[in-house]
C-alpha cells in the first residue's frame, strides 16, 4: 500500500507538469522578454541598448501617460462596481421562475458573444449627433438630451463608454452568478424559512455569503478587463476628444507603431503593475473574508 500511495503522487505530480510548462511557456516566458525589451531603447528595427529604467521614468514624466492612467483607472472605477451590481440583480431575477425567461436570459447575453469593436462601431451610429438613431428619437425635446453630443465631451464620453461596456458585458457576470445561485442547496433557504427570515435577511445572510466563490470570479475578470480596455475606445472615441478618454492599452499600441517598442514595453510592465496590485489586495481580502467564515 505504501509503494502503491508513493506511485500514486508522483503520477499527480508529473500530471502537473504539463501545465507548469504551458504556464512558462506562455506567461513566464513572455513575461521576462518584456521587462528585457522594457530596459533598451528598441524601435523594432535597429539593434537595442540598454538604458535602465530610463523608460520608466519617461513615462512618469509624460502627461499624457499620466492622463491615460487617470482614465483607465476612472473607467475601471465605474465599469467593475457596475458589471457585478447588475450582474448580481439580474441572476437573482433569472433564478425565479417566470414566463420568457430563456428568451430574457438570452438577449442579456447575447451582446457579449459579439466583438467589443463591432459592437462598439453599432453605437457610434447610434450615437452620432445630427444623424444618429438616438438624436432622432429624442429631437423633439428641444435642447434637451437630443441635443447633446454624447461623444463630444470628455466627461459624456467616459459615461457613455463606461454604459456600453456595462451593457455589452453583464451577461457574462450574470452566468457566473447565476450558477454560483443554482448551486446553492436548496435545504439552506428552508432552514432559513423555518427560522422566520425574510428574503432580505436570507440574501444577506445565505445568498451571499454562498456566492463567494462567484463575486471572487467577477471581481476578478472584471477588474483586468476594465483596467485593459482597448477595442470599446478604439471604436466609439479612439481616444478622444483630444487624449481624454484614451487608455492605457491604446497609448501602449500607438506607442509601439511609432517605433517605440522598448517604451511601449515599458508601459505595457507598468499596466500589468496597475492589474496585478487592485487584484491581488482583492484576493486578500477575500482569503481573509472566507477564513472567518
Not at 243 to 262: H, K, P
Amino acid at each position: 500500500m505504501t509503494l502503491l500511495r508513493s506511485i500514486n503522487n508522483r503520477l499527480h505530480n508529473y500530471m502537473a507538469v504539463p501545465a507548469i510548462v504551458l504556464f512558462a511557456v506562455f506567461f513566464l516566458y513572455p513575461l521576462a522578454r518584456g521587462i528585457g525589451v522594457s530596459l533598451t531603447d528598441s524601435n523594432g528595427m535597429t539593434a537595442p541598448h540598454f538604458v535602465g529604467l530610463q523608460n520608466f521614468f519617461d513615462f512618469f514624466q509624460d502627461d499624457r501617460a499620466k492622463q491615460d492612467v487617470r482614465n483607465t483607472v476612472l473607467f475601471a472605477l465605474g465599469s467593475a462596481p457596475l458589471l457585478n451590481l447588475f450582474g448580481f440583480l439580474y441572476a437573482l431575477l433569472m433564478d425565479r421562475p417566470f414566463r420568457g425567461k430563456a428568451a430574457v436570459r438570452t438577449l442579456v447575453y447575447m451582446p457579449a458573444v459579439i466583438s467589443p469593436l463591432i459592437m462598439g462601431y453599432i453605437w457610434y451610429f447610434i450615437l452620432q449627433p445630427e444623424r444618429g438613431f438616438l438624436f432622432r428619437m429624442l429631437k423633439p425635446l428641444h435642447g434637451g438630451l437630443g441635443d447633446m453630443d454624447w461623444l463630444g465631451g470628455s466627461n459624456s464620453a467616459l459615461i457613455v463608454l463606461i454604459a456600453v461596456n456595462v451593457w455589452q458585458y453583464v451577461g457574462m457576470t450574470m452566468i457566473v452568478y447565476l450558477a454560483g445561485l443554482q448551486s446553492i442547496p436548496s435545504e439552506l433557504y428552508e432552514a432559513s424559512r423555518i427560522d422566520g427570515a425574510g428574503y432580505m435577511k436570507t440574501l444577506r445572510y445565505v445568498t451571499i455569503p454562498m456566492l463567494y466563490p462567484s463575486v471572487k470570479i467577477n471581481v476578478v475578470t472584471n477588474i483586468i478587463g476594465s483596467l485593459s480596455v482597448f477595442d470599446i475606445i478604439v471604436a466609439l472615441t479612439d481616444g478622444g476628444p483630444g487624449y481624454s478618454t484614451e487608455s492605457l492599452s491604446l497609448y501602449i499600441m500607438r506607442q509601439l507603431y511609432g517605433s517605440q517598442t522598448g517604451y511601449s514595453t515599458a508601459v505595457a510592465v507598468i499596466l500589468f503593475v496597475i492589474i496585478i496590485i487592485p487584484v491581488a489586495v482583492y484576493l486578500r481580502f477575500m482569503k481573509t473574508r472566507e477564513f472567518e467564515m
